[in-house]
Nanobody, 120 residues
Framework: VQLVESGGGLVQPGGSLRLSCAAS????????LSWYRQAPGKERELVAT????????NYADSVKGRFTISRDNAKNTVYLQMNSLKPGDTAVYYC??????????????WGQGTQVTVSS
């Protein structure tokens, strides 16, 4: 199983970045996918989640209206489009994949993370 994030970097406040997470080794289309982030000295927090079919998306209040999560099941890839970036968005961003069996968590996979720095 692999989750490989890309697209992080340094961006000025107000700018945009698009993160990608390429997955392999599991049945991608049946997994719930999420982006988390962790800033220095803070706990990891959930940023956005998308269901297997892509029909339902949820966002942290801090990113609503600025970030968009999407997935391409044909390419086994999940994306996070980040607009109007703020210095408070600076963190390591992690891709996560989960599946459930009768509402019980069965598999929980993580990528290695990609750094996003918002600074002038």
């Amino acid at each position: 199983v692999q989750l490989v994030e890309s697209g992080g970097g340094l961006v000025q406040p107000g700018g945009s970045l698009r993160l990608s997470c390429a997955a392999s080794g599991f049945t991608f289309g049946s997994y719930e996918l999420s982006w988390y982030r962790q800033a220095p000295g803070k706990e990891r927090e959930l940023v956005a989640t998308i269901t297997g079919a892509g029909g339902r998306k949820n966002y942290a209040d801090s990113v609503k209206g600025r970030f968009t999560i999407s997935r391409d099941n044909a390419k086994n890839t999940v994306y996070l489009q980040m607009n109007s970036l703020k210095p408070g968005d600076t963190a390591v961003y992690y891709c996560n994949a989960k599946d459930y069996y009768y509402y019980t968590l069965r598999n929980d996979y993580w990528g290695q993370g990609t750094q996003v720095t918002v600074s002038s």
